[in-house]
T-cell receptor, first 112, second 111 residues
Framework: GDSVTQMEGPVTLSEEAFLTINCTYT??????LFWYVQYPGEGLQLLLK?????DKGSNKGFEATYRKETTSFHLEKGSVQVSDSAVYFC???????????FGKGTTLSVSS | DAGVIQSPRHEVTEMGQEVTLRCKPI?????LFWYRQTMMRGLELLIY????????DSGMPEDRFSAKMPNASFSTLKIQPSEPRDSAVYFC?????????FGPGTRLTVL
């Protein structure tokens, strides 16, 4: 079945460091891909998405590119801030699907 | 709109007790999802409804779990009897077209 694998955390960075969180997926068709963020004590919020190969999703300085050839959707940010500390989830949904399928989440901790 | 509303936000109960979690989706959204979040397994889909009808409950772990959606503005997830391994954060989400909105979650602790 469809699945999402993302790098184990926690990821600990200093402010202004470069961030990469790896995400790869397995799907039978051509899914849409998402990154969600969960701040402490809150629900999940959509961070960015991409719906077809080579699309780049971006928001709040975060970017991810849909790479069909490597079945990947890695999240990057050039300069993280303390306020970026959160849990990040990679997710997919098939074209004809209804429910999001999530990775296990990666905890990011940024210190000043 | 207030977003997806879940209650209670925190629940502590003893093993064997019945637990009911509640969700109010965003008005006008026609799909509702229950997810469970644990450290070991991440976010798992338990069940989802479309137009108040349960479509896929294959993620419900066992018969102790049941979910209902009596109308478009309310859903419950019930665990009876509860067990310590049910301790987790339970999220409700509602969807319209291809946009999902998650509630803040209910943190359940079963002692």
């Amino acid at each position: 079945g469809d699945s999402v694998t993302q790098m184990e955390g926690p990821v600990t960075l200093s402010e202004e460091a470069f961030l990469t969180i790896n995400c790869t997926y397995t799907a039978t068709g051509y899914p849409s891909l998402f990154w969600y963020v969960q701040y402490p004590g809150e629900g999940l919020q959509l961070l960015l998405k991409a719906t077809k190969a080579d699309d780049k999703g971006s928001n709040k300085g975060f970017e991810a590119t849909y790479r069909k050839e490597t079945t990947s959707f890695h999240l990057e940010k050039g300069s993280v801030q303390v306020s970026d500390s959160a849990v990040y989830f990679c997710a997919l949904i098939e074209q004809a699907g209804t429910a999001l399928i999530f990775g296990k989440g990666t905890t990011l901790s940024v210190s000043s | 709109d207030a977003g997806v509303i879940q209650s209670p936000r925190h629940e502590v109960t003893e093993m064997g007790q019945e637990v009911t979690l509640r969700c109010k989706p965003i008005s006008g959204h026609n799909s509702l999802f229950w997810y469970r979040q644990t450290m070991m397994r991440g976010l798992e889909l338990l069940i989802y409804f479309n137009n108040n009808v349960p479509i896929d409950d294959s993620g419900m772990p066992e018969d102790r779990f049941s979910a209902k959606m009596p109308n478009a503005s309310f859903s419950t997830l019930k665990i009876q009897p509860s067990e310590p391994r049910d301790s987790a954060v339970y999220f409700c989400a509602s969807k319209l077209n291809r946009a999902w909105f998650f509630g803040p979650g209910t943190r359940l602790t079963v002692l």
